[in-house]
């Protein structure tokens, strides 16, 4: 499915842990990975953007052989070895860049971290991830600080397991296929697995005692049923279905709390994304 990866860097170590990541997908796909660097001058934030001057030009000329150069390193690192690579380098703001980049080129998965450089000089990462992800036309895997996707080493056996977030809507069901594809590509040699959740509103009180209930308790149970009913469904599609191949190992369950508590629980469950 991720035939062609796009990975956007801004020149910092932390940018590049998603090169490793690409990389592994790549090879499990037969894929390639484009890495593309955006470069910026002070004059793109300033007053006078249509007033180039001699100065400016030579500094934009000087940072895009300076990207190019950085970009064909990276190319010889041992984590893109075996893998069809290229390298792109464009000038302007960074999201829009990397979004038209996108519309522009049939790429099928975007891999980047959320934190870079920061500053005129280089671009945060965090915005330009967070734009990137709510504007992008084609799957995103956003690579948070402090929580980075270690790839399966070759040979070794390490299953990656993702949680999945539904409401019964067709909508929320769109990322079933990407994400299956993407948990496959990390776990190989191993095979993968899906964890489907629904959260059921369930009857609150506040400090002052007063009901501030989204369900009936009379409706708890039958809300639960209708719940397990639809994830096993979706689960029994996934198993049966075009994805069938992918092998993945596939549970579901119903969370009877808030929103807000099963948020926490997904959060302190080790080893799934």
Request: with cysteine; net charge positive; hydrophobic share 45%.
């Amino acid at each position: 499915m991720f035939q062609q990866i796009l990975v956007p860097l801004d020149g910092s170590a932390r940018a590049e842990q998603a090169i490793p990541v690409a990389a592994h997908i790549a090879r499990a796909s037969g894929g390639s990975v484009l890495l593309l660097q955006v470069v910026t001058t002070p004059i793109d934030y300033g007053p006078y953007r249509s007033h180039f001057s001699v100065l400016m030009q030579e500094k934009l000329e000087a940072n895009h052989n300076a990207a190019l150069y950085y970009l064909a390193s990276i190319t010889y690192s041992k984590d893109l070895a075996g893998v069809e690579k290229n390298v792109e380098v464009l000038s302007g703001d960074p999201a829009e860049s990397i979004l038209s980049l996108v519309h522009t080129r049939r790429f099928d998965l975007i891999v980047m971290c959320s934190y870079g450089y920061a500053g005129l000089k280089r671009w945060r990462l965090g915005r330009v991830a967070q734009m990137v992800a709510r504007h992008s036309p084609v799957p995103v895997l956003v690579l948070r600080e402090g929580a980075a996707l270690a790839p399966t080493p070759a040979g070794v056996a390490r299953p990656i397991q993702a949680l999945i977030g539904l409401d019964g809507s067709a909508l929320a069901e769109e990322v079933l296929a990407p994400v299956a594809h993407l948990v496959a590509a990390l776990s190989v040699p191993a095979h993968g697995a899906l964890h489907l959740l629904q959260v059921i509103r369930m009857p609150v009180v506040d400090s002052r005692l007063r009901y501030q209930g989204f369900l009936s308790s009379g409706s708890v149970k039958q809300a639960q049923q209708a719940a397990e009913a639809y994830l096993k469904a979706v689960a029994d599609r996934l198993r049966q279905g075009e994805l069938a191949d992918l092998q993945l190992s596939i549970t579901s369950v119903d969370c009877a709390t808030t929103a807000t508590a099963c948020g926490k629980q997904a959060q302190n469950a080790r080893g799934w994304y």
